[in-house]
């Protein structure tokens, strides 16, 4: 369903690698063009609560993949609620797995990431 998909399925990694790594810049590039137009980096750092001591960090390994497209819908860009499938190794071994809903827009020729929702137990919105 969506368009690009095997760009879709690299910018998913891209982006979920940035959250683990805490590398707040390339998440801000990452996202999408009306969050970056409406909201400066200084105010996304704010926003999301960004430590830029590096002391305070939690070291931790993420792997996401695209587990399925619920909806595309064209808008001013084209977006989409995904499924995806999230492993996260805290430090010390710990694992969490997660399939939360994420809203991605395509403009450009290029995929952006919009939000993480909630969790999906595997379940596009209106299956539940």
């Known amino acids: 369903m969506p368009p690009d998909e095997a760009r879709l399925r690299a910018r998913i990694v891209e982006f979920h690698d940035a959250l683990a790594a805490d590398d707040i810049a390339r998440r801000y590039a990452m996202m999408t063009s009306g969050i970056r137009e409406n909201m400066t980096f200084e105010e996304f750092k704010k926003d999301m609560r960004w430590d830029g001591n590096a002391a305070h960090r939690k070291e931790r390994k993420m792997k996401a993949a695209l587990s399925r497209a619920c909806s595309c819908t064209p808008m001013k860009a084209l977006r989409c609620v995904l499924i995806v499938d999230v492993t996260v190794e ?13 809203m991605w827009e395509y403009e450009g020729g290029e995929w952006y990431w919009g939000y993480i929702g909630a969790e999906s137990r595997g379940l596009c919105p209106g299956e539940r």
């Open 90 to 102: 805290e430090a010390g071994g710990k694992i969490a797995k997660e399939r939360p809903l994420e």
